[in-house]
């Protein structure tokens, strides 16, 4: 239980900075960012497409490196990089330097995930993987809900915000370090698995539909986690201040994504999927679309950061259940996904909404939610 504990509270701070700060941050400042460095809607996008693309990336390396390195050391990397992608978007003085920062700091996230998993499946229970799995999965709603009352206090002050990230991402890193002490075997090597003997194992019709659901709902989440932040201002008027208690709201609501194990648990997998689905629909439309007031869009937020989490705890099950022998790769394949969808929504969406409306945009993409939600495991 003690090993449960520790190894489940490192991995969730971990993740807080990765995700909540080094991934998803870029979002709620970018108003501020693109004001400040004159970037429009589709370049916006695009950097942020490069942002899920470096993840895309270090996930596969991660899962590479953890099989045969251990965990301990690529956790503590993710931390490390994290810290330096976010030092480098503090001193952006460039859309170019700005890009090549996001990247970076995205790319921490990437690295993050199949070590935590790997050493959860060395140090953990069996009868406690899943929940712990899941809980430090909700690391990244803290990380979001954290990264909203500083958004409110340096309201345009987006360096300094970024500077704190920094800082804290390599406290993480270090506390990182001391926590996986004896994790640093070799966990999940490939040869473990049959069917693959490289990073990306040979797709099964499970790992085949997983990968189609993550990366649906990877295209869908960008209307809020990329565009969130300007919707909000070209719909409502709404500043720094404003869209950063959204992303608290988001960020609480989201640690519901602690108990995805327990809901897969009682309810099944098939059935958590598709419910948080149609949720998920339904916030994106209640976040972005423009016949909503302060109301239901802070409504519309908290239910987001619920069914993301909830969602991203379900692949995590779902990808560990699929390659029990490999968690790292397992993982990898989920995660990848999802962010494979990222990368695409995150382009094609500003390129959606400079060329219809807003409002078309979103409605595009919460049908594309509730596709993914029709994806079942068997």
């Known amino acids: 239980m003690k090993t449960a504990l520790l190894v489940g509270a490192s991995g969730f701070g971990l993740i807080a900075v990765c995700y909540g700060f080094g991934r998803f941050a870029f979002g709620l400042f970018l108003p501020q960012i693109s004001a400040d460095l004159a970037l429009s809607s589709t370049l916006s996008g695009v950097i942020s497409a490069g942002s899920f693309g470096g993840f895309c990336l270090a996930i596969v390396a991660a899962a590479w490196l953890t099989e045969r390195c251990g965990p301990r050391a ?8 994290a810290a330096l992608g976010m030092a480098g978007i503090a001193a952006a003085a460039s859309p170019t330097w700005l890009a090549i920062a996001v990247i970076v700091a995205g790319s ?25 799995n899941t809980a430090i999965n909700a690391g990244t709603s803290a990380g979001v809900a954290l990264s909203g009352p500083v958004a409110i206090l340096m309201g345009a002050g987006w360096r300094v915000a970024f500077a704190c990230f920094a800082g804290a991402a390599a406290a993480m890193a270090l506390a990182t370090l001391a926590t ?29 539909r997983l990968a189609a659901a993550a990366c649906l709902t990877g295209v869908a989440s960008t209307v809020v986690w990329t565009y969130g932040a300007e919707l909000t201002a070209h719909n409502l008027g709404w500043d720094a201040s404003e869209t950063g208690v959204l992303w608290i709201v988001m960020g609480c609501a989201g640690l519901v994504g602690a108990a995805s194990g327990w809901l897969i648990g009682r309810a099944g997998l098939n059935a958590v999927h598709l419910g948080f689905h149609v949720a998920l629909a339904l916030a994106l439309v209640a976040v972005g679309h423009s016949h909503g007031g302060a109301g239901p869009t802070f409504a519309g937020g908290a239910v987001f950061g619920a069914a993301y989490l909830v969602l991203t705890g379900v692949y995590l099950v779902w990808g560990i259940a699929a390659l029990p022998g490999r968690p790292a790769a397992g993982v990898m394949v989920a995660c990848l996904a999802l962010a494979i969808g990222q990368a695409l929504g995150a382009s094609v969406f500003g390129m959606v909404m400079e060329r219809t409306s807003p409002n078309s945009a979103v409605l595009g993409f919460a049908l594309v939610a509730l596709l993914a939600g029709l994806v079942r495991r068997k």
């Open 180 to 208: 996986l002490s004896g994790t640093s075997k070799r966990v999940g090597a490939p040869n473990d698995d049959v069917s693959g003997t490289g990073a990306l194992p040979a797709f099964s019709p499970d790992l085949a």
């Open 74 to 81: 690529v956790a503590m990397a993710a931390g490390a990089i």
């Open 108 to 132: 921490s996230a990437g690295l993050a995930s199949p070590p935590l998993a790997a050493a959860v499946a060395a140090k953990v229970d069996s009868a406690r993987q899943d929940t712990t």
